[in-house]
C-alpha cells in the first residue's frame, strides 16, 4: 500500500497543540493524509469506519485518555490498528496497550523513520483485516445455507471422524454420509477436506452451537 | 430563916411548957423575954412589909408578863407530852386562824402540813428525850389568805415559769422552838414559840433566785468575754501570721530581687535611679554606686531609639499608657561603651505618694543568636524540602518539558522532510522553525523556573506580585493537572498589592499545597469531576489570603490535628516535612497557615501574608 494511496487516514490524537501540529506537519510530509484531533471524544464523532487507516494516540489526556479510548473502540467494535504515543510511559500502561491489541507504544519524542514505519505497519493491518472481514463474510454466508443435518455432517467431519464412525454415530448408511459431505463441499466452495477444516476453525463457524457431545 | 426558925421553936417549946415556965421564970428573964419578942415582932413586920411589897412587885411582874404574854407578835403555844395544845396566845392563835379557845386540846400535829410531819414528829421527839431546846421550820396545813396577792416583782425583768416561783406557793412556813418544862402543877409541858417565817422565807427565796439568776448573767457575761478573748487572741495570731508572712513575703522579693536573671531597675519619674539589683550590674557592667542617682537615659538612651519621642514622654510621666505593660526591644549601652540587645518592660507604681516606675530588662543577646540561628536554620530546612519537593514533581516537570521537546523533534524532522523535495514551501519552513523556536524556549523557561526554585538558598526578599507566583507555580505541575484530569480555576483578584516576601520560599509553600491537592483528588475515583481552585483576596487585617482548596476526599478528624507537625505523613513515602515547614515558612513571614477540611467534600488550606510598608524596609 502506497502512503498516499487515496482513502486512507492517519488520526492523530493529542491534546497538546505544538506537539498535535509538529507530528501532523511531519506525517502530512511524509504523503499521508492526516485527521487530527485535541481529545477522544472529537475523535469518536469524526471517525468514519468506511476508510481504512490508523490510530496516532496520545496515553495522558484529559477527560479520556488513551487506554480509555482504546477500550471504547473495542467496545464499538472498531478495530482501527492504533499507535501509542507517550511522554512518560510506564509498564503496566504499555502491557495494558499491548494486550488490548495496539500496534506500538513510541515513547516521546521518537524517530521520524520508526513513526513512518509504525504507520506503514498499522494500516497494512487495517487493511487485512478488512480484507478478511469481507472473505469471513462469504464463508459465513456459505455456511448459513447448509441444512442442520449438513452442519451436523461437518461437525463430525472436523471432529475427523471417518464415514462409517459418522453414518454410526448419526444412525444413518455410510451412502447418506457421502451424500451430504458431497453437498457440504460443494456449498462451502470447498476444495478438499482440509481446506474445509481450516476454514471452519480459523472463522470459528461451529463454536460451540455444535459441540461433540451434544449432536443428536 | 434558920435563926428565926430557932427562934420560933424556942418560943413553942416555951409555950408547950405552959405558962409554968413564965411562972418560974425571972423578971429579969421574963423582962428580957418581952424584949426578945418584941423585937421578933418588930422583925416580923418588917419582913411582912418587906413581903408586901414583894406581892405587889410580883403582881406588876405577872401583869407585865401577862400583857407581854397576851400582846406578842410571837405565838406561844404549851403543849402536853402527846402534842395537844394546852395553852396559846392570841398571837399563836391568830397565826393558826382559830381563836385562843379553839385552839385548847388540839393536837398541834394537825395544824402541820402533811409534808412537815416527820420533822415535826422528831422535833417534839427530841425535846422530851433530851429536854433540850430544838427549832424546826414547817410548813402550816392552813393556806395563807394574806400572801395571796404578793406576786414576785422579778418576773418583770425574768421569764421564769410561774409555777417554780415561791411567791406562787400560798403555803404558811411557820419556825418553832421549843423546850422542855415542868408547870406549877408538876406536869410536864412543852413550851413553844411560833413565828410566820413565810415572808422572811420568800424574801430569802427572792435573793436566792436573783442571786441565781444573777450568777447566770455573770456566767452568760463571762462566756462572752471568753469568746471575745478567744476571737481577739486568734485575731492576733492571724496579725502575728500575716506580719510574719509579710516579712517573708519581703525577704521573698528581696532574694527574687537579687536572684532575678532580669536587671529590675527602679527609677522617678525623671529618670533618676533609685535602686538596681545585681543582675543590672552584670547586664550593663556598672557598680551599683555608678548606677543609683544616675539617670536612665545613660543607660538605655530611649531617646535614640526607633520612636523617640514616646520613651521620652514615656519617663517624663506623660502618656505612659503605651509602654506599660508591653515588652519592647531596646538597644543598652554598657559601661565599656558596647551595646547589649534589651527586652524592656515598665510598670509604674506609688510609694508614700511618689511615683515611680519599675523597669525590667532582659538581655537577650543569646536570643537574637538564636532567632538568627534559627531562621538560618529554617532556612535550610526549606531548601532541603524544597529539593525534596522538586523531586516528587520531577516526573511531571520531565513530562511537562518533554512535550516541547517532542513539538521540536517533530517540527525539524518536518522540515527535514520538506526541503527534500526541491520545490518546497519556504513560507511553510520558515513558519515551522519559527514553532520550533518557540518550543525550544518553553522547554527552556521550564528549565529556569524549575532551577531557580531549587538553587536559591538564601532568604531573598524582594517585592512580589503573588498572582504572579502562583502562576509560575502552576506552570511546574500543569502537567500533573493534565495527567490526573484535574481541572484547575484561578480566582485571583486583580491589582492586589505587592507583597514583600521571599519569593522562592513562598512559591514552594503553594506548590506544596498544590501538590497535596492533586494527591489528594487522585484518590477520587474517575467518575467524580476533580476541580482545584486557586484564590488570592486581601482580607480585613490587611493581609493577602491565598487559598487552594480542592473537592478530594478531605481529611478526618483525628488526622487534622497532626498533619502540620513534623514528620507525621500518611504517605508511604513522605518525610512529613511539607506542611510544618510550608507552616514555619509562613510564620517567618509573618503570616499564619490553617486549613478547613470536610471529610468527603474536600480541603482547602489557606495562608496569609502581611502587607507590610515597602518603604518601611531599608
Known amino acids: ?216 | 430563916m434558920t435563926d428565926s426558925q430557932n427562934l420560933r421553936k424556942k418560943a413553942e417549946a416555951l409555950l408547950n411548957s405552959s405558962g409554968s415556965a413564965f411562972t418560974n421564970m425571972s423578971k429579969e428573964d421574963i423582962q428580957k423575954m418581952l424584949y426578945e419578942l418584941q423585937a421578933r415582932q418588930r422583925e416580923l413586920e418588917l419582913q411582912n412589909e418587906e413581903l408586901k411589897h414583894s406581892q405587889h412587885e410580883l403582881m406588876i411582874s405577872r401583869d407585865r408578863f401577862a400583857r407581854l404574854y397576851n400582846s406578842s407578835p410571837i405565838g406561844f403555844l404549851t403543849l402536853d407530852t402527846t402534842g395537844i395544845i394546852k395553852r396559846a396566845n392570841p398571837a399563836a392563835a391568830k397565826l393558826l386562824n382559830s381563836t385562843i379557845e379553839g385552839l385548847e386540846n388540839i393536837a398541834l400535829g394537825k395544824l402541820i402540813n402533811p409534808l412537815d410531819q416527820d420533822e415535826y414528829y422528831f422535833f417534839i421527839r427530841k425535846i422530851l428525850i433530851n429536854h433540850s431546846e430544838q427549832a424546826l421550820s414547817a410548813r402550816l396545813n392552813i393556806i395563807s389568805n394574806t400572801h395571796s396577792e404578793f406576786f414576785c416583782q422579778n418576773t418583770k425583768y425574768f421569764n421564769c415559769p410561774p409555777e417554780n416561783c415561791l411567791h406562787n406557793d400560798l403555803a404558811i412556813y411557820v419556825e418553832c422552838r421549843g423546850h422542855y418544862n415542868i408547870d406549877e402543877n408538876n406536869d410536864e409541858r412543852i413550851c413553844l414559840s411560833i413565828f410566820d417565817i413565810t415572808a422572811t422565807k420568800k424574801a430569802h427565796a427572792t435573793i436566792a433566785c436573783l442571786n441565781h439568776k444573777l450568777e447566770e448573767k455573770v456566767f452568760q457575761q463571762n462566756q462572752d468575754l471568753i469568746e471575745t478573748n478567744k476571737e481577739l487572741v486568734t485575731r492576733i495570731e492571724e496579725l502575728k501570721l500575716y506580719k510574719r508572712q509579710k516579712i517573708e513575703q519581703e525577704v521573698m522579693i528581696n532574694a527574687i530581687f537579687t536572684a532575678a536573671v532580669e536587671g529590675i531597675i527602679t527609677v522617678h519619674l525623671s529618670g533618676d535611679i533609685v535602686y538596681v539589683n545585681n543582675t543590672v550590674e552584670s547586664i550593663l557592667g556598672y557598680s551599683k554606686e555608678d548606677l543609683v542617682n544616675c539617670n536612665i537615659n545613660k543607660l538605655i538612651p530611649l531617646g535614640r531609639q526607633n520612636n523617640p519621642t514616646q520613651y521620652l514622654n514615656n519617663i517624663s510621666g506623660i502618656g505612659f499608657s503605651n509602654a506599660i505593660g508591653e515588652i519592647q526591644e531596646v538597644t543598652g549601652i554598657r559601661k565599656d561603651g558596647s551595646t547589649v540587645p534589651l527586652d524592656i518592660s515598665i510598670a509604674e507604681f506609688a510609694m508614700s505618694g511618689t511615683r515611680y516606675l519599675s523597669i525590667i530588662i532582659r538581655d537577650i543577646t543569646t536570643r537574637k543568636l538564636q532567632e538568627e540561628s534559627d531562621q538560618k536554620h529554617l532556612d535550610e530546612l526549606a531548601h532541603v524540602t524544597r529539593l525534596g519537593l522538586m523531586g516528587e514533581l520531577a516526573s511531571g516537570i520531565a513530562h511537562e518539558v518533554n512535550q516541547p521537546l517532542t513539538a521540536i523533534s517533530a517540527y525539524s524532522q518536518a522540515c527535514l522532510t520538506l526541503i527534500e523535495d526541491n520545490n518546497y514551501d519556504q513560507t511553510l519552513l520558515a513558519e515551522t522553525l519559527h514553532k520550533t523556536s518557540v518550543q525550544a524556549l518553553k522547554a527552556g523557561q521550564i528549565i529556569h523556573r524549575m532551577r531557580d526554585f531549587v538553587k536559591s538558598k538564601k532568604i531573598h526578599r524582594s517585592t512580589i506580585d503573588i498572582n504572579a507566583l502562583i502562576n509560575d507555580a502552576i506552570s511546574l505541575c500543569e502537567s500533573y493537572f493534565k495527567l490526573n484530569s484535574i481541572t484547575l480555576k484561578l480566582q485571583l483578584k486583580h491589582s492586589i498589592p505587592n507583597l514583600c516576601i521571599d519569593a522562592i520560599q513562598i512559591e514552594q509553600v503553594i506548590l506544596n499545597l498544590i501538590k497535596n491537592s492533586i494527591e489528594a483528588l487522585t484518590n477520587l475515583p474517575l467518575s467524580t469531576p476533580r476541580n482545584l481552585s486557586i484564590q488570592t483576596a486581601v482580607n480585613a487585617n490587611n493581609a493577602i489570603e491565598i487559598r487552594v482548596k480542592d473537592n478530594g476526599p478531605g481529611i478526618n478528624l483525628t488526622e487534622q490535628n497532626k498533619i502540620l507537625t513534623p514528620f507525621y505523613t500518611t504517605k508511604s513515602e513522605g518525610m512529613g516535612m511539607g506542611l510544618s515547614i510550608c507552616r514555619s515558612l509562613v510564620e517567618a513571614h509573618k503570616g499564619a497557615l490553617r486549613f478547613n477540611s470536610e471529610p468527603g467534600k474536600g480541603t482547602t488550606f489557606y495562608f496569609t501574608l502581611p502587607i507590610e510598608q515597602i518603604n518601611n524596609g531599608t
Not at chain 1, 511531519?26 to 469524526?46: E, P
Not at chain 1, 479520556?64 to 509498564?91: T, Y
Not at chain 1, 467431519?157 to 447418506?176: F, G
Not at chain 1, 474445509?196 to 463457524?205: F, G, H
Request: with cysteine; charged share 25%.
Open chain 1, 1 to 216: 500500500m502506497e502512503p498516499n494511496s487515496a482513502n486512507v487516514f492517519v488520526y492523530l490524537v493529542d491534546d497538546e497543540f505544538a506537539v498535535r501540529d509538529a507530528l501532523a506537519l511531519l506525517i502530512k510530509a511524509s504523503g499521508w493524509s492526516v485527521k487530527s484531533f485535541d481529545c477522544a471524544q472529537d475523535f469518536l464523532n469524526n471517525y468514519y469506519h468506511e476508510f481504512p487507516g490508523c490510530l496516532i494516540l496520545d496515553v495522558k489526556m484529559p477527560v479520556m485518555g488513551g487506554l480509555e479510548l482504546q477500550e471504547e473502540l473495542i467496545k464499538r467494535n472498531i478495530n482501527i490498528p492504533i499507535i501509542f504515543i507517550s511522554g512518560n510511559a510506564d509498564i503496566p500502561d504499555s502491557a495494558k496497550a499491548f494486550r488490548a491489541g495496539a500496534v506500538d507504544f513510541l515513547e516521546k519524542p521518537f524517530e521520524k523513520s520508526i513513526l513512518l514505519e509504525r504507520i506503514d505497519e498499522a494500516v497494512q493491518k487495517d487493511l487485512k483485516a478488512r480484507q478478511q472481514l469481507l472473505e469471513k463474510a462469504s464463508i459465513q454466508d456459505c455456511f448459513n445455507r447448509l441444512t442442520t443435518r449438513e452442519k451436523e455432517v461437518l461437525q463430525l467431519i472436523v471432529n475427523s471422524h471417518s464415514n462409517k464412525e459418522a453414518a454410526k454415530i448419526l444412525d444413518v448408511s455410510p451412502r447418506t454420509i457421502d451424500a451430504h459431505r458431497a453437498r457440504v463441499m460443494e456449498k462451502m466452495q470447498a476444495d478438499n477436506v482440509a481446506a474445509l477444516v481450516t476454514m471452519v476453525m480459523s472463522y470459528e463457524l461451529l463454536n460451540n452451537a455444535f459441540a461433540p457431545g451434544e449432536i443428536q
